[in-house]
């Protein structure tokens, strides 16, 4: 039971490349998020997922793209890379309704930390 | 639910540590849940109640009648409890943004 995996661990990117963020989790959660973490900062909501097929914005989505096919998979997309977003980035997960525990329960990945030059 | 926490606190060694957490506009179906994080990792859950009191083996939380507040209590802190702690209020139904507030710095001396 791996939990919730985040690849790549570090990245840099020069501006305006794109790249993905993978996060991936084997606890059947329903529920899936992907946060970022500025330096000092707390956590800020840019996408979250109910299940397969259904996405939303959380509170910074600009610049970002999300999509889930699948429960377990959730990547996180960059399209066009800008320095603002340098940042470490958690995805995390949870039981949906009906779960074990509840939603906000969520188990966190390791982080992902992008540095954008 | 928007919630609002110290900053920074600061203790001791064997000290009882109490963080208050607000939530005044909390919703009837919200729970209120307790996360630690380290530097350079995720946060992880402590505990989470709806009302009255709830204890597990790191942490008790303290929820008022009202709801409108709530207190993360860790008993005789030691120094890796040294760590940035969020409360998240929340329904737990699963369709709803979880949006964490800023967290509290709590610092462990010797």
């Known amino acids: 039971n791996a939990g919730v995996t985040q690849t790549p661990k570090f990245q840099v990117l020069k501006t305006g490349q794109s790249m993905t963020l993978q996060c991936a989790q084997d606890?059947?959660?329903?529920?899936m998020s992907w946060y970022r973490q500025d330096p000092g900062m707390g956590l800020r909501l840019i996408h979250y997922s109910v299940g397969a097929g259904i996405t939303d914005q959380g509170e910074v989505p600009n610049g970002y793209n999300v999509s889930r096919s699948t429960t377990e998979d959730f990547p996180l997309r960059l399209l066009s890379a800008a320095p603002s977003q340098t940042s470490v980035y958690f995805c995390a997960s949870s039981y949906g309704i009906g779960g074990a525990t509840g939603a906000n329960v969520l188990t966190f990945g390791a982080g992902s930390r992008l540095t954008v030059l | 639910a928007k919630t609002t926490q110290p900053i920074s606190m600061d203790s001791y060694e064997g000290q009882e540590v109490n963080i208050t957490c607000s939530h005044n506009?909390?919703?009837?179906?919200?729970?209120i849940t307790w996360y630690q994080q380290f530097p350079s990792q995720g946060p992880r859950f402590i505990i989470q109640g709806y009302k009255t009191k709830v204890t597990n083996e790191v942490a008790s939380l303290f929820i008022p009648a009202d709801r409108k507040s709530s207190t993360l209590s860790l008993p005789r802190v030691s120094l890796s409890d040294t760590a940035v702690y969020y409360c998240?209020?929340?329904?737990?139904?699963?369709?709803?943004?979880?949006?964490f507030g800023t967290g509290t710095r709590l610092l462990v001396s010797p």
């Open positions: 506009n909390i919703a009837t179906n919200d729970y």
């Open positions: 606890m059947n959660h329903e529920y």
């Open positions: 998240l209020v929340g329904a737990n139904t699963g369709f709803q943004k979880l949006v």
